[in-house]
């Protein structure tokens, strides 16, 4: 190297180290982040805190942001040569900078792999020696290794290293519980790893919400209170210029409140209603079509020659069984729920469903209609689901989660919103929909003394008609 070039690489490296600016435009020679990345790096070494907590919504590049916080603690290292000495630590101690996630493949995906883009992209790094391996990095001083490293949230397996920086990847999606992975016994895990750094060990929090009670918004609100802590709150169309709240109407027609939680950045509360607007159920519900006289009487209806979706939801003891059906039809371009309806168990308080009822009711429904798909629940009834394959038709077990009731809410705001009638007129379904609670962000479940039985099976018809809509364009037809 030329005298001037490595002059010129030592004033470098001098100014990086202690100005932040300088690490951006000189060392990672990079001039595109947004301001508020910029601003909040630049800010938090320049006020000398030890942990960031950032808020913030999805797509507003939080990700290269940790990985901007990792590369600096690796580049301080890097440039005095002797981490040990200077941090008065004992020779050939390694060094940690990790990224952790609720698992390790997410971890090397988000952060990891935005830190391998900021170390493969700098000349800096590059004549540094070191060895890259999967999820790990590992470069060579003159005293120790320092390792830049992917993990999972297996508190156990965190415990003992001495880190210099650690980087909590979507911290809102840790488990909230008091088990090794549970959200609190790692954070601390990972803050007893900073120890020996004092207040040079920096830990990086950065995550959409999840709920208002959650690990990341009780971090927000201790960052008001502590000199060490930087708290930062933005919704995405306030930190990416890219993106405009307007540019996120679809979202925020398909499902509001996710939309204020993932992109405003305002979770909900620990519990509360899971449809906001209620009403909206109402309006799409297609009073026109028929409703059964009696329990096991099938549905009048026309022979549905799309592809159908049957779902069920088995009883347990003296539960409903809920039933229900759905198909995408090309021409409203929308998931339609022709019927629902529920089995109630006869007699006594130990009363139970006659199953040979139900299945063959299920058989008069395939036989009717164009039934491709019947999902359930866990179903102790073998002979049934021996039975319903027999008619020729897929028989798949899927237990009804956020997801599926995430493609019903979608549905029924998209179709209320268009003016479209996709659901029908089952007063218990009505008020099975209107009474779900969402726990935590995470968890949908019916009050006490409530139900869903029919409910989850309308999500599970929705959710796989929906998922296989291409399948839908042409109808079969039907021999008479």
Not at 4 to 26: G, Q, S, V, W, Y
Not at 119 to 124: A, G, H, L, V, Y
Not at 238 to 266: C, M, T
Not at 328 to 351: K, S, Y
Request: some cysteine; overall charge negative.
């Amino acid at each position: 190297m030329k005298e001037r070039d490595l002059r010129t690489e030592m004033k470098d490296e001098i100014e990086a180290f202690h100005n932040p600016k300088k690490f951006i435009e000189n060392i990672l020679e990079i001039d595109w982040l947004y301001d508020w990345q910029y601003n909040t790096f630049v800010d938090f070494y320049n006020e000398d805190y030890k942990e960031l907590v950032a808020c913030v919504g999805q797509r507003s590049g939080k990700t290269l942001l940790s990985s901007i916080f990792a590369t600096y603690e690796l580049f301080k290292m890097l440039a005095v040569k002797k981490p040990n000495t200077y941090y008065d630590m004992p020779k050939g101690s390694d060094i940690y900078i990790i990224s952790v996630a609720t698992k390790q493949q997410q971890a090397k995906d988000t952060v990891f792999t935005e830190i391998e883009n900021r170390i493969e992209n700098c000349d800096w790094f590059k004549d540094k020696p070191h060895k890259k391996r999967t999820s790990d990095y590992e470069f060579f001083t003159d005293e120790c290794s320092i390792h830049v490293r992917a993990e999972h949230s297996n508190s156990s397996s965190l415990a003992g290293k001495t880190s210099k920086c650690v980087v909590l990847d979507e911290v809102s999606r840790f488990k909230e519980t008091r088990g090794s992975r549970g959200i609190d016994i790692v954070y601390d895990t990972l803050n007893r790893t900073l120890t020996t750094f004092g207040d040079e060990g920096k830990m990086i929090s950065i995550s959409s919400p999840l709920y208002k009670d959650g690990f990341l918004m009780r971090l927000l609100r201790y960052s008001r209170d502590d000199p060490k802590m930087m708290g930062v709150h933005h919704a995405t169309w306030e930190v990416n210029p890219n993106i405009s709240k307007d540019d996120l109407q679809h979202e925020f027609d398909r499902d509001p409140q996710a939309a204020w939680r993932d992109y405003g950045a305002q979770p909900p509360e620990s519990l509360e209603s899971y449809f906001k607007e209620p009403e909206r159920i109402v309006k799409v519900i297609d009073d026109a079509l028929p409703t059964p006289n009696s329990e096991y009487e099938l549905p009048k209806l026309d022979t549905i020659s799309y592809p159908c979706y049957l779902a069920g939801d088995p009883a347990y003891k003296n539960d409903r069984f809920g039933i229900a059906m759905a198909y995408f039809d090309p021409d409203m371009e929308t998931v339609v729920v022709p019927f629902a309806h529920a089995f109630e168990p006869r007699g006594n308080d130990i009363a139970e469903i006659d199953a040979d009822k139900v299945v063959e009711y299920i058989t008069g429904l395939i036989d009717q209609h164009n039934v491709v798909w019947f999902l359930t629940d866990i179903w102790n009834y073998p002979t049934a689901l021996k039975r319903i394959r027999e008619e020729g038709v897929m028989v798949e077990q899927n237990t009804v989660g956020t997801e599926e009731y995430g493609a019903l809410k979608e549905k029924i705001y998209m179709a209320e919103k268009n003016e479209q009638k996709i659901l029908p007129p089952n007063e218990t379904l009505i008020k099975e929909l209107k009474e779900l609670e969402l726990h935590n962000g995470v968890r949908i479940d019916h009050p006490k003394r409530g139900s869903k039985d029919i409910a989850d099976a309308v999500a599970n018809a929705v959710y796989y008609a929906e998922e296989n809509k291409d399948n839908s364009v042409e109808p079969m037809a039907f021999v008479i």
